[in-house]
């Protein structure tokens, strides 16, 4: 596993590719161009990047999760319905095992979507890249950060958040939606530079509506103040709007 882990593999994980599995269930795509499609969802434990507002604080600041091998994360998969797979976590890609569950799932006629920030590429099938590149006001400080260690993490996060090398190759071998948190419209400088630079670097097009505009918010509550603000940006800026229906229809439930 790369260093940039914060998830210690221990000696008593199963034998083969195994990964820290922090939640595994069925519910609706709430995020993206798939939104609304029936999935099962595979949410790894271990981030590289700790953003203050991670709506998955228990796979970055405080990791939790049982570690279980491919072939049981296939089976777990196989006995619910949809035959949509959303791999995300924490950052899915920092574990080398989650190519070889993704080739397990390709075999088998799955079609994967992985949530990924974007700074890793490995050689693996993907269907869609739903690639969440982070803003430089997801960087934690003393003042937004949750428990944990925000000075230390505010200069990591920093310097690893933005990796043009992973993002052109996802660009160049997948189909990519490039999913930006939007807090307000300072960001929108941010991000029309970073669309630029993408498709200054890359052999490959992105189309304005494969980049999405998402409000944050962890609950219903916050993005009662974001929703309105973004989705007036995307028809502002010419990108699409994708709600976080899970949160409208669900809140912060767990396995939603
Ligand atoms: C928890 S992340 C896991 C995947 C990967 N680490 C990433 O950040 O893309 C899943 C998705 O939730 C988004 N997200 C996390 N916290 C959020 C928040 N407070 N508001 C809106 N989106 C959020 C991320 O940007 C990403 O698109
Ligand atoms: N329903 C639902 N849709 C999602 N799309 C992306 C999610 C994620 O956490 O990566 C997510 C999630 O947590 N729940
Ligand atoms: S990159 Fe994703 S999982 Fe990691 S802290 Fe940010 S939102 Fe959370
Ligand atoms: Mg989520």
Redesign the pocket.
Known sequence: MPVTSNVERPDDAPEGPALPVNELFASLQGEGKLAGVPSTFVRTSG?N???WF???YH??WDPTHAWMSVERIVEEVESRDPNHVVLT???PLLHDASTALLERLAERGYHLTVET?GTFAPDAPIDLASV?P?LST?TPTAENAPDGNPEEWEDRHEERRIDFGALTTLLERHEVQLKFVVTGPDDMDEIESLVADVRERADADLNDEDVLLMPEGRTREELDATRNVVADLAAEYGYRYTPRLHVDLWNDAPET
């Open positions: 981030c990047l700790r953003c991670c709506d998955s796979t970055s976590g924490g950052e920030n969440s982070k997801s």
